[in-house]
Each structure stands twice: as C-alpha cells, then as structure tokens.
C-alpha cells in the first residue's frame, strides 16, 4: 500500500485559495489519489479523487502531476466551515483498503 | 437509505462487557469496511467485507474482535471482553467496491470502556 505525506497543520485566512500537497512517491500504477474532509464528531466525507492531470468538482480542485507521485488538493475561497482535518489516500477501489495518515489539519481564521 | 447508518451513536460499557455495533450501507453497496479512530488519529483500519465475506480482516487487532455480514448488507462489529483501550470511534463505510468510487462513511459509534 503507497503511503502518503502531507503536512500535520495549515492556517489561512477566510477568502484565500488554499493549497494542500500530498507525496506518494511509492504510488501503484492503478492507484488512484481520493481526499477526505473530516469534521469533529464526523466520519471522513468524500471530496475529490483523480487518477491524473486535473480534476475539479464543485468543492475543490486536484492537480496531479505527470510522475503521480504527489498531489495538491485546491480549496478556492475557504470560509471558516472549511476548518477540518484532510486526508491524503492512494489506492485501488477494487476491494483494497485505503491507509489513513494522521492529515491536515486545516485552521482558517477570520 | 441515503447514508451509512450506524448505531448506536454512543456506548457506554463497562471492562469486560460484550458489546455489538450495527452499520447500515447504502443501498446495493458490495463493498463495507470497519475503521477505528483514536483522538488525534486517522481513521484505522479493521476488516472489509465484499459481500458476505471478509475479504481482508487483517486490521483486526485480537481475536476479541469480530464482525459479520451474514446477508451482505447489514454488519455487526462484535467486541468480546471490552478493555479500556478500546475505546474509540467505530467508523463503518461502503463503496460501490469498483473503480472511481470513494468510501461513503457514517458518522460512527463512540465506544467508551469504563
């Protein structure tokens, strides 16, 4: 299973764009790349997975470079909703468990 | 249902008890995991089951712990002999269990061992 690194904590401001880099240097070649946004007394939500290139949905952006082994997940405009914890994960859906890491904790101040 | 249900949402048990948590999958979700999640920590996993089966049960820290998923739907998380370490979240999710999907998780049982 690839295991992932990313940063333990982030502050931002409310209205700022922010950017959270993953590393999977180890990621398999039918792995994709999901995040998972977490608030206190919640299990993980689902935000956005991609395999390469670019993805964007609704929520946020994840840019995914040639190489696949990192990814950053794009927040635009966060508010103070937007403070969780954000989790990096590369796997397979076919039947593997994803690995949790500890994740991002993510503070966005007004 | 529109989520994953799970019940309860708190347990309070004493050392040594048995106890038994339930998870509801979505609808026509083959796929269904069990995770454990300490303060502080992501989200660890347990056992995943595709359909009636555990296909990988190798998170499951003793043989104390157990679950079933007798019809592929429902599953019960079964904790013999509690012990304080126990204590955590219980986090179920399913998944369509092909590619391109994301887990959907519930909002978890807090499992409090006094």
């Known amino acids: 299973l690839a295991k992932t690194t990313q940063p333990i904590s982030m502050d931002s401001y409310e209205g700022q764009e922010v950017n959270i880099t993953c590393s999977h240097n180890n990621i398999a070649t039918n792995d994709y790349i999901t995040w998972y946004q977490q608030f206190p007394s919640q299990g993980p939500r689902f935000i956005i997975q991609?395999?390469?290139t670019k993805v964007t949905n609704e929520v946020a952006s994840l840019f995914i470079p040639a190489d696949r082994k990192s990814s950053t997940l794009s927040l635009p405009r966060v508010s103070l909703s937007d403070t969780a914890v954000y989790y990096c994960?590369?796997?397979?859906?076919?039947?593997?468990?994803?690995?949790f890491g500890p994740g991002t904790r993510l503070s966005v101040l007004p | 249902g529109a989520g994953v249900s799970q019940t309860p949402s708190n347990k309070v048990t004493e050392k040594g008890k048995y106890v038994e948590l339930r998870c509801d999958p979505i609808s026509g979700h083959t796929a269904l995991y069990w995770y454990r999640q300490s303060l502080g920590q992501g989200p660890e996993f347990l056992i995943y089951?595709?359909?009636?089966?555990?296909?990988?049960d190798s998170g499951l820290p003793n043989d104390r712990f157990f679950a079933v998923r007798p019809e592929g739907s429902v599953s019960t998380l079964k904790i013999q002999r509690t012990e304080r370490g126990d204590s955590a979240v219980y986090l179920c999710?399913?998944?369509?269990?092909?590619?391109?999907?994301?887990?959907?998780f519930g909002s978890g049982t807090r499992l409090t061992v006094v």
């Open positions: 991609g395999y390469k």
């Open positions: 999710a399913s998944s369509l269990g092909t590619g391109g999907y994301g887990y959907t």
């Open positions: 994960l590369v796997g397979n859906n076919y039947g593997q468990n994803f690995v």
């Open positions: 089951f595709q359909g009636t089966g555990a296909a990988d």
